[in-house]
């Protein structure tokens, strides 16, 4: 996810905030594309941020929600990570990135989207009238004007790999594949795994969500996925393992299984054979994942080996 800085000069034809402009549409729908969808349905099931609308409010909202294919989804669109140009009726405008709870800065630059203004905001299309709940308890009117949903990061590459680059050049991080169901699993996963192992998390939700996603049957058979047999090298260690990719409940070292939640097994996913990745390790020096072999998960009983142990 993209976050960057607001803090730069606006189109010179915004119309002024006192211009008078149709009432929100109490029928409109928000819009989202199945990566946001994923990412807040496990945020609204997971426990709940003090300060920010609980997680009642957002599995309410997404149930509002209409879900489209992320091709069909409109650049004009307010997503997670989008830069959006806004303004509360008769107030100036006001430019955020609308972002998760706990990737919100303590400054102007972003807005959470469990705030009433971002919730209101995030599926709206750029010209759309929204309601949020002001601070003073009463309905606001918001017109939402403008939406990059790709601006420059404001997290530099250094920051942003900051366990990975050790002061070096950017880390190889390799395309992606990953099926839009173990997308939906995977970001599920790290959600729920963020207080226990927040390094493991970020660097896998970073890991989903740069990767392009594919129908579950149309995935190749040599993409890493849960249930995979992968034979990979290890430059920290300079061996070459075989193990297979599991839930965490199914990971045992001794058996040659590993878990997707480890930093080896968030590094593997969705890499393909003959890919490689620099990836961390515990104690945050730089090491080079290179896959050799990737033999799929064995269908059983119509259901994928990795999904059975959980």
Request: hydrophobic fraction near 45%; charge should be negative; charged fraction near 20%.
């Amino acid at each position: 996810m993209s976050i960057t800085d607001p803090h730069t000069e606006l189109p010179r034809d915004l119309p002024a905030p006192s211009d008078v402009l149709p009432a929100p549409d109490p029928d409109a729908v928000p819009v989202l594309g199945p990566r946001d969808y994923s990412r807040l349905k496990a945020l609204a099931h997971s426990a709940p941020r003090s300060g920010t609308l609980g997680e009642g409010a957002l599995a309410e909202w997404l149930s509002r929600c209409r879900v489209v294919p992320q091709d069909d989804l409109s650049p004009a669109v307010a997503v997670l990570g989008a830069r959006v140009t806004f303004a509360a009726e008769g107030e100036a405008w006001q430019s955020r990135i609308l972002v998760l709870p706990e990737e919100h800065a303590a400054d102007d630059r972003t807005l959470s989207v469990l705030t009433p203004q971002g919730m209101a905001l995030l599926g709206a299309e750029a010209g759309q009238w929204v309601e949020a709940t002001g601070p003073d308890g009463r309905a606001q009117a918001l017109r939402l004007l403008l939406v990059d949903q790709h601006p420059a990061a404001v997290f530099s590459t250094e920051q942003r790999n900051a366990p990975m680059t050790d002061g070096r050049e950017a880390a190889l991080r390799p395309p992606l594949l990953m099926s839009d169901e173990g997308y939906a699993h995977l970001v599920a996963l790290a959600e729920v795994s963020q207080r226990k192992n927040p390094l493991v998390a970020r660097l896998l939700l970073e890991e989903a969500d740069r990767a392009e996603l594919v129908p579950e049957g149309e995935l190749p058979a040599a993409v890493v996925t849960l249930g995979s047999q992968v034979e990979f090298s290890d430059s920290a260690t300079g061996a070459t393992r075989q193990v297979q990719l599991v839930l965490p409940g199914g990971a045992d070292l001794a058996e040659g299984r590993i878990s997707v939640l480890s930093l080896v097994g968030a590094g593997l996913i969705g890499l393909s054979a003959g890919q490689a990745i620099d990836w961390p390790t515990q104690d945050g020096r730089l090491r080079r994942l290179s896959v050799l072999q990737v033999q799929p998960p064995p269908d059983v009983d119509g259901r994928k080996a990795g999904a059975l142990v959980s």
